[in-house]
């Protein structure tokens, strides 16, 4: 059974904290060869808040340029709420050679405002943006605004929008959600690893998890599993789902590190403010991957070398 997955892009950065293109070069490669069908940069977990206006442009400019055209990549385009500020940003983004500019549900409109309010901030995004196809990306930061089926079948509907990645981590607002939208061009992505498989055979489109920042080889395996009720599959997807509890601890941190015992050369620096990288976070961690190269040996699933 096939699904895409689009994994959200990190910004790797040096030691004084300045983007490294070098190593966001060879990460890029590190996910196309490792399953994903599309990517996903300048996005949360890429630290689109700590980056600066034309840091995003030229991080998103140097992903696309590194595909080449082989999959498609989207980026973040809305930044405060400003509509006319976003709509600006999104042609610039748009402008680096994506085919889809991401919204941040919470960029829309605040959190005391309701859902008519966000729709008619949408509505004017849609006009302003004539020919970009569109995503909504339900962030947590600096909030969390859920779409409802309603305005998620509104969207829909209007033809512009294709991608939402949902985080409600709820299979029954995915359920809902996935109803809204059937006729339409918008496909849900799930960012959930515990309801993710579930969400799949519901109708989601596929992934766009945090997980791909570890072990995306494990995603590419379900996508690859022609039955994705088998014991092989319920089994791994059972540790990754125990995996998902500790890898947002210190994230994105976690992750360079991860990748860090992988074999890449990325730096551990973050601009993002997370807790303290602790002994015992490192011994965790070292045991995570432990796990991970015995599962991958007992899968058969060929991890990527550097």
């Known amino acids: 059974m096939n699904f895409e997955s689009i994994p959200v892009m990190l910004t790797p950065l040096k030691s004084n904290g300045a983007v490294d293109y070098e190593v966001l070069s060879r990460l890029t490669e590190f996910y196309i060869s490792t399953g994903s069908t599309g990517l996903f940069t300048n996005c949360l977990s890429g630290e689109m808040f700590e980056l600066s206006e034309q840091e995003r442009l ?12 082989r999959q498609q990549v989207v980026a973040t385009g809305t930044f405060g709420y400003d ?43 849609i ?24 305005v998620t079948k509104w969207l829909g509907e209007t033809g512009r929008f294709k991608f939402v990645k949902d985080t409600s981590c709820d299979l029954e607002d ?32 596929g992934f766009a998890s945090t997980s791909s920042n570890f072990y995306p080889e494990f ?16 089994r791994l997807n059972a540790f990754i789902t125990v995996f998902d509890t500790l890898i947002h601890v210190c994230y994105p941190v976690s992750a360079k590190y991860f990748l860090k015992k992988r074999g890449m050369n990325i730096d551990m620096f973050t601009r993002t403010k997370v807790d303290a990288f602790t002994y015992q976070n490192y011994v965790k961690f070292d045991q995570l991957y432990y796990v991970f190269e015995e599962l991958a040996e007992e899968y058969g699933i060929e991890v990527y070398k550097w």
Do not use: H, M
């Open 58 to 69: 030229d991080v998103t400019r140097a992903v696309v340029a590194q595909v080449n055209g």
């Open 83 to 125: 509509q006319d500020k976003q709509i600006e940003f999104i042609k610039k983004i748009y402008d680096t050679g994506v085919s889809g500019v991401i919204i941040n549900s919470n960029q829309l409109a605040y959190e005391s405002q309701t859902d008519d309010e966000w729709k008619s901030n949408a509505d004017k995004i």
């Open 219 to 234: 995603i590419n395996y379900f996508s690859e599993s022609t039955d994705l009720d088998s014991s092989e599959v319920n």
């Open 174 to 205: 995915i359920k809902l959600k996935l109803k809204a939208v059937e006729g339409t061009p918008l496909g849900i992505y799930n960012a959930n690893i515990a309801t993710g498989l579930s969400s799949i055979k519901e109708g989601a489109k």
């Open 127 to 150: 006009k302003g943006t004539d020919g970009i196809d569109l995503g909504v990306y339900e962030c947590p930061v600096p909030y969390k605004r859920l779409l409802t089926p309603e």
